[in-house]
């Protein structure tokens, strides 16, 4: 009896559109995907000038922010500088308080935070001094001072 030999099959994949079914699923994955633009702050800033402005020191309001999240505000009240501790909450009513006391409208808050402050702690009492300045219809005056070396 004779055997017929078996045949070996062989599959191949034919990879010659491969190159095109990867291009069409990159530009598929290009077209859908979705990126998230952060905002950001937003922020106005000031046309640049090489006009040196002089600011009296009355009318800066310090508010310095620890690597704690603690919140100090420092202002001049009668010729004098007071220092208060605000929780982060209550920046706003404390800024709307300060604000009613300036006659002239020239006070500007300056947020000053340590070097270790988390940058969410600054956000929350930017967003408070906006809320402050929004309540009274007045013109935003905030400041970003540089970080301040923690004290420890």
Known sequence: MMFKKKRKFSVDI????MGDIVFLLLIFFMVTTV???EMGLQIVLPEDS??????KSETIVKVRID???NVKISYFADGTEITEPVEWRNVSDKTIEILE???EEKLI???IPTRLAKYEY???????LKIAFEKTGRTERISLSPAE???D
């Open 67 to 69: 690597k704690f999240g």
């Open 35 to 37: 990126f998230n633009n």
């Open 149 to 151: 070396d923690d004290e």
């Open 122 to 128: 600054m956000i929350r009492v930017f967003d408070q």
């Open 101 to 103: 006391m300036d006659i």
């Open 50 to 55: 090489k006009e040196e402005i002089k600011v």
């Open 14 to 17: 034919p990879t010659a559109s």
């Open 109 to 111: 808050f300056s947020i």
